[in-house]
């Protein structure tokens, strides 16, 4: 146990995702966890703001549902005193009249019970609807960079284990806390109405309760942000598991992968084993109290009754109410339980909800001219991947693997500087073609175009418009990137091609497949253009997916067309098949071409040889390679040696 002028932690050892032993504090800084809970409570408003005046009407009919429970005790008590003397006279009007009230107070509670439940369930779910749209949206206008940080498996997480938790929380703790709250508030007028004496008695039982409470809510606070982060990191490890499967197989990973699903899991019952335990003490805790508070009013106030001080029929009723007020006292420990859960699952979410958009859209996007050229500029571009840290973990910095080969200097964001200071123009409809080694700055280059990051110092332009100053539509409208990843989502191939222009018709769908030569093979599949390409587009080869690719983005129009490693990954027929593709959705369009192969190079106007985030050479390929002594020319000669 470490302890500090702040806090007090308790450091556990786990594994992270790739089996490594890390220590993990099962508590927060008391700074940060103020900062969680108010934006946790912060968007739990907003949540709920909608609903307000709903959520008062539900509030009053459990003040009037919570006036009829607390009736029977009090009917009983008069029915014991008051009717059952009558009775033996021989007059049932006092018993008949108890009965009377009591069934309507029953059916009256019953009936506004099952309101009051319908209507906070529709509410609950409305705002669930809500909090799943926003954090979706939320993850989709957040930049590249974030997705290059948080993994997959986090995202499914805040999707789904997190929402789950706090319509545990809607459903089984919010209408229990307000029935809990006004029970125990009208139990304890009713008790101090009956017998003052008999409620302090009560009351001497406070002091114990409320340091009980406030042992269980410090520790199950701690406990539930920890089965949070469990359960996160569970996810992670399936999904990245099933992601990877291929590599998991072809490297017999399964062994590893169980050990450390194994860990995970455990740390995971671990972290729920601690808060179950904790309710174990809690509630036992409070039964103990609730008992020999029971007791001590049963002796005191039979002594009472013995010396005539009360009736018999308020030490019933005192009794019975006694035995509601420790009940409602359970069903909010029962709620603190789920709540603190629910809070957990809370922050996750207001942290992702929080979360800054780093290329935020402008105040008021300048619009770009008509017709548009396609002229890009990149006028003293300065510019390094920066590190990030979130709420959950600690980034390394989304450089790594992203050019990360590069030794430079550093700037202010804490980052290697990838591009130190770039000038480039490309004119309107030529194909530009960028070459060197891994690491040389040729994908930043791109993403920059593409606005995926901003530089540091500098500006990208297209007709001399620079792109943080133009709406996002406006930019993927102009600029649109092919890379070697193509991406194809479930569904038919005409729906992917269309996902370049998503008002498109099939003529023109099948109009764009032919102009890039993927009519053919896509008209030989079992439904043509209502083939499901399954996940990823797996039904589809390598060669077959870049041209649907192709097809989306010609399709779109774009001014300006970024192709990174767009036939890296292909076999030769595939490449050519690709290539003669390629000449058609260049023509009369801006191009930027990332390439390894240099036989994509064949078809630009201009290549860039760049290294270390410089421009080293710029020429005609033909220019190049005649002069023979280049770096193209030198790269060019090892690519026809590496053919052999």
């Known amino acids: 146990m470490t302890t500090t002028t702040t806090t007090t932690t308790t450091t556990t050892t786990t594994t992270d995702w790739r089996g490594v032993a890390v220590e993990k504090k099962d508590d927060l800084p008391d700074k940060r966890g103020i900062r969680l809970r108010a934006r946790s409570r912060q968007l739990l408003a907003e949540l709920v703001r909608p609903h307000r005046r709903e959520l008062l009407f539900c509030t009053g009919m459990v003040l009037v549902q919570t006036v009829f429970n607390m009736a029977g005790p009090y009917l009983v008590s008069i029915g014991i005193d008051r009717g059952i003397p009558a009775l033996r006279r021989g007059d049932w009007t006092p018993i008949v009249w108890v009965f009377v009230l009591m069934v309507i107070s029953a059916v009256l509670a019953s009936g506004l019970r099952a309101i009051f439940l319908n209507k906070v369930g529709r509410i609950g779910q409305t705002m669930l609807l809500n909090l799943r749209r926003m954090v979706f949206a939320k993850f989709q206008a957040l930049p590249l960079a974030f997705h290059e940080n948080y993994t997959s498996g986090r995202v499914i997480s805040r999707l789904t284990s997190d929402p789950d938790a706090l319509n545990d929380l809607i459903d089984n703790g919010l209408d229990g806390l307000l029935d809990a709250l006004l029970t125990v508030s009208a139990i304890g007028i009713m008790m101090a109405v009956l017998d003052v004496p008999l409620a302090l008695v009560v009351g001497l039982a406070f002091p114990a309760?409320?340091?009980?409470?406030?042992?269980?809510?410090?520790?199950?606070?701690?406990?539930?942000?920890?089965?949070?982060?469990?359960?996160?990191?569970?996810?992670?490890?399936?999904?990245?598991?099933?992601?990877?499967?291929?590599?998991?197989?072809?490297?017999?990973?399964?062994?590893?992968?169980?050990?450390?699903?194994?860990?995970?899991?455990?740390?995971?019952?671990?972290?729920?084993?601690?808060?179950?335990?904790?309710?174990?003490?809690?509630?036992?805790?409070?039964?103990?109290?609730?008992?020999?508070?029971?007791?001590?009013?049963?002796?005191?106030?039979g002594l009472r009754v013995m010396d005539g001080n009360i009736q018999i029929g308020v030490l019933v009723g005192f009794v019975l109410y006694l035995r509601r007020f420790f009940n409602p006292l359970e069903d909010i420990a029962?709620?603190?339980?789920?709540?603190?859960?629910?809070?957990?699952?809370?922050?996750?979410?207001?942290?992702?909800?929080?979360?800054?958009?780093?290329?935020?859209?402008?105040?008021?996007?300048?619009?770009?001219?008509?017709?548009?050229?396609?002229?890009?500029?990149?006028?003293?571009?300065?510019?390094?991947?920066?590190?990030?840290?979130?709420?959950?973990?600690?980034?390394?910095?989304?450089?790594?693997?992203?050019?990360?080969?590069?030794?430079?200097?550093?700037?202010?964001?804490?980052?290697?500087?990838?591009?130190?200071?770039?000038?480039?123009?490309?004119?309107?409809?030529?194909?530009?073609?960028?070459?060197?080694?891994?690491?040389?700055?040729?994908?930043?280059?791109?993403?920059?175009?593409?606005?995926?990051?901003?530089?540091?110092?500098?500006?990208?332009?297209?007709?001399?418009?620079?792109?943080?100053?133009?709406?996002?539509?406006?930019?993927?409208?102009?600029?649109?990137?092919?890379?070697?990843?193509n991406f194809l989502f479930a569904g038919s191939v005409a729906d992917n091609i269309a996902f370049g222009r998503p008002d498109a018709t099939r003529e023109e769908i099948e109009a764009a497949a032919k102009a890039i030569g993927a009519h053919e093979f896509i008209t030989a599949l079992p439904d043509g253009y209502d083939t499901d390409v399954k996940k990823r587009g797996g039904r589809l080869s390598a060669g077959q997916r870049q041209l649907v690719a192709f097809a989306r983005a010609f399709i779109a129009d774009p001014a300006v067309l970024v192709l990174d490693e767009a036939t890296s990954s292909l076999d030769v027929p595939s490449e050519r098949m690709v290539q003669r593709a390629l000449r058609t959705i260049l023509a009369d369009r801006t191009a930027l071409i990332i390439a390894h192969r240099l036989s994509t190079v064949e078809i630009a106007d201009r290549v860039l040889v760049m290294e270390d985030g410089r421009i080293v050479e710029d020429g005609e390929p033909a220019a190049l390679l005649a002069a023979g002594t280049g770096r193209f020319a030198g790269l060019h000669q090892a690519w026809r040696e590496s053919l052999v």
Not at 223 to 243: D, P, Q
Not at 250 to 255: D, H, Q, S, T
Request: include cysteine; glycine fraction near 8%.
């Open 209 to 301: 309760m409320l340091l009980l409470m406030r042992w269980f809510s410090r520790h199950s606070a701690v406990a539930y942000r920890r089965t949070r982060e469990t359960i996160a990191a569970l996810i992670v490890h399936f999904v990245e598991t099933c992601n990877g499967i291929r590599a998991v197989k072809a490297f017999r990973r399964e062994p590893r992968n169980e050990e450390i699903f194994r860990q995970l899991n455990d740390d995971y019952r671990r972290a729920n084993a601690r808060a179950m335990n904790l309710l174990a003490i809690f509630i036992p805790g409070m039964k103990t109290i609730a008992a020999f508070t029971t007791a001590g009013v049963v002796v005191y106030g």
């Open 334 to 485: 029962m709620f603190y339980n789920s709540f603190q859960s629910g809070t957990a699952a809370l922050e996750k979410l207001s942290g992702v909800l929080a979360e800054a958009n780093e290329l935020p859209e402008p105040a008021e996007p300048k619009p770009l001219p008509s017709p548009l050229a396609g002229r890009v500029a990149f006028d003293g571009v300065t510019f390094a991947y920066p590190k990030r840290e979130s709420d959950e973990t600690s980034a390394s910095g989304v450089e790594a693997g992203v050019e990360a080969s590069v030794e430079a200097e550093d700037i202010g964001t804490g980052g290697k500087v990838i591009l130190p200071l770039l000038d480039l123009q490309i004119p309107a409809g030529q194909t530009l073609a960028l070459v060197g080694a891994t690491g040389a700055g040729k994908s930043t280059l791109a993403r920059l175009l593409c606005r995926f990051y901003d530089p540091q110092d500098g500006a990208v332009r297209v007709d001399g418009v620079d792109v943080r100053d133009l709406a996002d539509a406006d930019l993927r409208r102009a600029v649109v990137m092919v890379t070697q990843e």
